[in-house]
């Protein structure tokens, strides 16, 4: 499986101050300029990960679509790693599907 990169993620817009990204399965994640955390929901009431910045530095879009990428790379090294078998199956499914 390969990384993540910021083409994989698409860019839904802002409303009302927040901010949303959604990912090729559709896991939505939200960020507000207040926030120092991306969500998985528009009120921010459920982080999913923090945005580190240095303590002088404004947090910016920038930060949390990074984090964002940060986010599911990192999911998805465990996710592999607890299933060698997951790109596998995943491959033989597909294969399957095709019959």
């Known amino acids: 499986m390969t990384k993540y990169n910021e083409k994989d993620i698409q860019y839904k817009g802002e409303s009302n101050g927040v901010h949303s990204w959604k990912t090729p399965s559709g896991q939505p994640y939200y960020w507000h300029p207040d926030w120092l ?20 530095e404004q947090v910016t879009k920038k930060h949390a679509f990074n984090t964002i990428l940060g986010h599911l ?10 299933n060698p078998d ?11 599907l095709k019959k």
Do not use: C, L, R
Not at 37 to 56: Q, R, W, Y
Not at 73 to 82: E, G, L, R
């Open 37 to 56: 955390h991306i969500a998985e929901d528009a009120t921010g009431a459920h982080p999913k990960a923090s945005i580190e910045v240095d303590a002088n």
């Open 73 to 82: 790379n990192d999911w998805a090294t465990k996710t592999m790693s607890n």
């Open 86 to 96: 997951f790109e596998t199956h995943a491959h033989e499914s597909q294969m399957d």
